[in-house]
């Protein structure tokens, strides 16, 4: 079992930034993706970004240039640094740990994004 706990999520003006955080622990295989998915009100959960253990990133168009995903050395905590903010950027952000063989999603870390 892997277990995943978000942080970071908040209230921020469009133009703005917050940084999240995503703890892994538990059960860690070497070889893993670790991304971040987001899913706003009546919508459904969307990809944006992803980073593999082997240093690959992958961004959604959506946030190419205003998002950074990073990892620790430990490979164990994940970020996504947000900047330029839209309101359509609020949703509930979710950290997700993918092996071959299983994935594990946190609980989720509100981001809205409001004058």
């Known amino acids: 079992q892997v277990q995943l706990v978000e942080s970071g999520g908040g209230l921020v003006q469009p133009g703005g930034s917050l940084r999240l955080s995503c703890a892994a622990s538990?059960?860690?295989?070497?070889?893993?993706?670790m991304g971040w998915y987001r899913q706003a009100p009546g919508k459904e959960r969307e990809f944006v970004a992803s980073s593999s253990s082997a240093g690959t990133t992958t961004y959604a168009d959506s946030v190419k240039g205003r998002f950074t995903i990073s990892r620790d050395n430990a490979k164990t905590t994940m970020y996504l640094q947000m900047n330029g903010l839209k309101p359509e950027d609020t949703a509930v952000y979710y950290c997700r740990y993918a092996t071959y063989a299983n994935v594990y999603w946190g609980q989720g870390t509100q981001v809205t994004v409001s004058s």
């Open positions: 538990g059960s860690i295989f070497n070889i893993n993706t």
